[in-house]
């Protein structure tokens, strides 16, 4: 009798977590599928916890390294042309290289582009790394929009990097695909942000089964031209822009500074979406100041009994 009660645990509980990962589309056997994608940060351009801060909500990330959490950056991994791609250059470039290369060796895998979404310090700062002071890099493709590439061309010491050919500027043209591999292609979207250096974009990365949409930045989608709701059910994964949970996280700096979509407003938003639909959204980008790096808040326990997801550095999707 106690065994059979045991055999019957055993079995709820494999199929709990079985189905666990189907809803949150993990997927464990990652070199088995023909393009992955992985993901190496969630937090907002200054990591978790953040430069000068020592209030409580920062302080786990001080005292527990395994709580800190690096800048938002996304990977693609072709697996069949050997090939990785970055979505980013963070400050975290090298320890997100160096996970990244755990499941795609450098000694295998090219790294094959960069794509950056815009010029604020989260996004492009890493591209220091390849420079001649740390990797002397050849020829590392850089994918950017024109305002971008000027900015690079034009500015040191980014421009050093682009005289030495350790970086290669390849154009983008908005809503125009660039096929990157024969499995994978990427879209640039503009979106509307803080662009004080250069456009700011969103990519729609289509691999040979599925597609994902990469949103960590945009001021509200309001302004935005297209419809966001449109846009998750066109795709199967949507990564957006979770800088701040709600209004009051900053009770002494003005949000109209840092405009970004709240939590609390996306959800209000997608609210008519499908189950099914809404499974698609992981929000990413935290601030150091945001309830959902907490994921036993009870703001993270919201987001989730709504049926949406919350991006972590340990998941990995089949593209």
Known sequence: MRKTKLN????????????????????????TNEVTVHILGVAQDAGFPQISCYKPHCMPGWEDKLKRRTATSIAVVDNKNKKKFVFEATPHLPEQLYHLNQVAPDSSYALSGIFLTHAHIGHY??????GREAAGSKKIPVYVMPKMKQYLRTNGPWSQLVKLENIVLQDLKNNTPAPVSSLVSVTPMKVPHRDEYSETVGYKVKGPNKTLLFIPDIDKWHKWELDIKEQIKSVDYAFLDATFFDSKELPNRNMNEVPHPFVVESMALLEGLSAVDKLKVHFIHFNHSNPLLNTQSEQAKSVLKAGFNIANESLILSL
């Open 8 to 31: 019957k645990t055993i079995k709820k509980s494999i199929f709990i977590f079985i189905l666990t990962l189907i809803c949150n589309n993990v997927t464990l056997a990652a070199p």
């Open 125 to 130: 700062t890493g591209l220091m790394y390849f």
